[in-house]
């Protein structure tokens, strides 16, 4: 089964393990007081000047070339500076696609302007991206999108709509897929991605609400938006292979299976407290620590294959399907375990944070990819599709 072989024991080479002391020592001095469920937050919490802190330290853009202003270190590296962050629930969204997704995009497919001009910015925290792949009727189904951007003696002239798009209204560009030629029913033929200034006239942001009452993503509207002949992103027509490609960095890092570690830690430290520590307690404990730490290993298998510039598309699904159960399961079972407790015994701040962790947990298995799609690409890449 070349899926299970591809995922090979992989270890965080010493150099970047050093790195883990220095990101705890910064975290300490910063966030780390922040109350626990806006800690939770953490991939959607926003705060572009501890993004630029982070970029003045070389850690935004830690894999990308020294001379483009990144770090030039490995992903192993970026690992562990992620791996940090989430655990200490540190405000990483205004940067977070940009780092993970749209740098190294740029980097693989971009022309040496287009790399000129964004990369650095990104590495200093100045330019945040978002990711225009969803539209009201292509979500899974997303080789249907229609978003057209079509060429014109200026560049291109696009028209259409993108939904559920995370934190556009704080960021600076996109990098929408969009149809450059053919129609819906031409499936993956055809698409293109373009990078999207979003202050361009035409262009029209609003932020839905979430569960939790939080707004952080976005229906974005484009009407006759004027982009200029650099705003495709590689080769007119690849849309579809570029965005597969791009979706192996979504699924695959630490980030699938931390979304409720702010909250177990949380719970940990209140089965710690004197007279806590009940069997049932210390047996969920075991239970959900003995399912994270094999997952961990899984991630980081993932991120070997990333680092020798594979496309571990497979992998990152079975990745991402496995790690967003457990991520919706810490809720549940805390939530059941809090419950067989007195009244009035468990500290508020827990509560808040519970509630907030409950309301967003169903989301954790729909971004980037629902869970039946990547049961799908699993399928197929064993060979039973
Ligand atoms: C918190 C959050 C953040 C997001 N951020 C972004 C973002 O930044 N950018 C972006 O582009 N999108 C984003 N999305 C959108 C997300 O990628 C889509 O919601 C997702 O791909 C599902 O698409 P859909 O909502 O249209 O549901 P649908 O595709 O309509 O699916 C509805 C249900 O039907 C099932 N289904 C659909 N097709 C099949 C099939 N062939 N076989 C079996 N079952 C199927 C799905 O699994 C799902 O359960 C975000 C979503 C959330 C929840």
């Not at 298998?301 to 399907?321: C, G, M, R, Y």
Request: proline share 5%; charged share 20%.
């Amino acid at each position: 089964m070349s899926v299970l072989t591809s995922l090979q024991p992989a270890a965080i080479p010493a150099e970047d393990e050093a790195l883990r002391g220095e990101v705890r020592e910064f975290l300490r001095g910063l966030h780390t007081q922040a109350p626990a469920h806006q800690r939770a937050r953490s991939w959607s919490g926003y705060d572009p000047e501890f993004s630029r802190a982070l970029g003045r330290r070389g850690w935004l853009g830690i894999t990308l070339p020294r001379e483009l202003g990144g770090a030039g270190r490995s992903a192993f590296a970026r690992y562990v500076l992620v791996e940090e962050m989430l655990c200490a629930g540190a405000p990483v969204g205004s940067h977070w696609i940009a780092d993970r997704q749209s740098g190294p995009l740029i980097l693989k497919y971009g022309t040496p302007a287009q790399q000129q001009f964004y990369i650095p910015r990104i590495c200093r925290g100045e330019a945040f991206f978002c990711i225009g792949m969803s539209e009201p009727n292509s979500g899974s189904d997303l080789a249907s999108v229609r978003t057209r951007a079509v060429r014109n003696e200026h560049g291109w002239l696009l028209n259409g709509q993108k939904i559920w798009t995370t934190n556009a209204h704080q960021c600076h560009y996109m990098i929408a897929l969009v149809r450059t030629s053919g129609e819906a029913t031409d499936r993956h033929q055809g698409l293109s991605q373009i990078i999207v200034d979003l202050s361009l006239p035409g262009v029209t942001v609003r932020p839905i609400s979430d569960m939790s009452g939080d707004s952080h993503f976005c229906e974005v509207f484009f009407d006759q938006v004027q982009l200029d002949a650099d705003a495709l992103i590689g080769a007119e027509g690849q849309g579809w292979a570029q965005v597969t490609a791009e979706l192996a960095f979504e699924r695959s890092g630490p980030e699938r299976l931390y979304s409720s570690l702010v909250l177990f830690d949380q719970w940990l430290d209140f089965v710690r407290l004197p007279g806590n520590a009940t069997p049932a307690a210390v047996q969920l404990a075991g239970q959900i620590v003995s399912q994270l730490a094999p997952l961990r290993a899984m991630t980081l298998a993932v991120t070997h294959q990333l680092s020798k510039n594979e496309s571990p598309v497979v992998e990152a699904a079975l990745n991402k399907d496995i790690g967003t159960g457990i991520e919706q399961d810490i809720p549940r079972l805390v939530a059941d375990e809090l419950m067989s407790r007195p009244a009035g015994s468990v500290p508020l701040e827990l509560l808040h944070t519970l509630a907030y962790v409950t309301a967003v947990a169903p989301s954790f298995s729909l971004r980037g990819g629902t869970r039946e799609i990547l049961r799908g690409m699993i399928a197929r890449g064993l060979g039973l599709r």
